[in-house]
């Protein structure tokens, strides 16, 4: 499995103080050294975190992939057809949320989905759509023209370790095997960490993991490098 950092938890902290400290793109460019497969970001409405700004320097600079998350909005396709990132990563999006809590609703809105991936694949993005390890979802997501989905794991990794665990590993297994059935490339994130991950080996075919907040929290003890290594040593 190929491993991409999220490096929005390293803007979160730069924003804090509002200047420029930690650097978001030398963080992307030690996660390269580092050997990941890919830098995301995810660019919210609210800037939150990740602003233009960091995305129109990483692009030309990062010589993996940036896989760009974002909403389906007019804003975001826009942005997203001038940057051209190599990935395109569909994201929910609640301006209250602490996080992104759920999965991208493909099946109530297929139509509107399929319009604003139509472009963007034109465009040669790869088009990933963030869902909910369901089947209606899945099925859904196939006929949008995405080429891959990714899977949501945190209901799986809230679980891990309780008696929720078999059943929520399950869907996961379950709804790989469903999309990939139907022609997807599946990529699965939110909430993985050190102690979790190793179940994703049991998903056969799993293309890559996206993962952040545990991998930043880590490096604060160890540094950027030896974190995004200990990660890539778990999953490769
Ligand atoms: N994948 C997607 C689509 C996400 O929205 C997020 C969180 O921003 C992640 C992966 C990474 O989640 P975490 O920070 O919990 O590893």
């Known amino acids: 499995m190929l491993l ?5 938890h390293v803007a979160t902290l730069r924003n804090a103080r509002g200047g420029v400290e ?7 460019m030690i996660c390269e050294k580092a050997g990941c497969h890919g830098i995301t970001t995810h660019l919210r409405e609210d800037r939150r975190h990740i602003k233009d ?3 129109r320097v ?3 600079a990062l010589k993996t992939r940036l896989n760009l998350e974002m909403a389906a909005t007019d804003e975001m396709q826009k942005i997203a057809l001038d940057l051209l990132p190599n990935n395109c990563c569909i994201v929910p999006e609640r301006r209250q949320e602490v996080t992104t809590e759920g999965g991208l609703e493909v099946a109530g809105q297929l139509e509107r989905m399929t319009k604003f991936v139509e472009p963007l694949v034109k465009a040669g993005i790869v088009v990933s759509l963030f869902i909910a390890p369901d089947e209606e979802q899945v099925i859904a997501a196939a006929k949008t023209g995405a080429q891959f989905i990714e899977l949501h794991t945190g ?3 809230e679980a891990f370790g309780t008696d929720k665990e078999e059943y929520e590993f399950s869907r996961l297994k379950n709804a790989a095997k469903l999309a ?3 022609g997807l490339q599946v990529n699965a994130g939110h909430g993985l960490n ?7 080996h049991e998903i056969d075919g799993l293309y890559e993991l996206n993962i952040g907040h545990s991998i930043i929290s880590r490096a604060v003890f160890v540094g950027l490098e030896k974190a995004v290594e200990d990660m ?3 999953i490769a």
């Open 232 to 234: 890539k040593n778990l």
């Open 4 to 8: 991409g950092v999220n490096i929005d």
């Open 155 to 157: 209901a799986y990794s």
């Open 22 to 28: 930690p650097s978001v793109f030398d963080a992307a």
């Open 58 to 60: 990483l692009r030309p």
């Open 194 to 200: 050190y102690e979790n991950v190793h179940r994703m």
């Open 53 to 55: 700004a960091d995305v």
């Open 180 to 182: 990939q059935k139907l």
